[in-house]
């Protein structure tokens, strides 16, 4: 839930400061990348753990091998290998942009 508030409040930025990067196409990825996220929030929160798993005690959760989480990221976000580059390099442009509006010459969380 935390990173669909920060993109919402990079589109938040991008449309104050159009001059600064906030192009159209930045803008419509900014809502595709919440929609990702918002499509993954969905598919945890409706059953993306199925039964079983290893655990000692039930109320303590379930753990389940390392590579189930790329098979969520498969099935909820559509995100692989093969294109998780992209979306990094987007998710860094937007970042460094915001940091230009900002006046911070650091890269980090805006």
């Given at each position: 839930a935390g990173c669909i508030g920060e993109v919402a409040r990079a589109i938040g930025y991008m449309q104050a400061h159009p001059e600064a990067g906030g192009t159209k196409s930045m803008l419509d990825n900014l809502v595709k990348l919440k929609s990702i996220f918002l499509r993954l929030e969905d598919h945890l929160d409706n059953g993306a753990?199925?039964?079983?798993?290893?655990?000692?005690?039930?109320?303590?959760?379930?753990?389940?091998?390392?590579?189930?989480?790329?098979?969520?990221?498969?099935t909820a976000a559509l995100l692989t290998y093969d294109n998780h580059g992209v979306m990094v390099e987007f998710i860094k442009k937007v970042s460094d942009t915001i940091m230009e509006i900002r006046g911070t010459a650091s890269s980090g969380t805006p």
């Open positions: 753990i199925p039964p079983g798993g290893r655990t000692t005690n039930p109320s303590e959760g379930r753990s389940f091998p390392g590579d189930y989480i790329f098979e969520i990221f498969k």
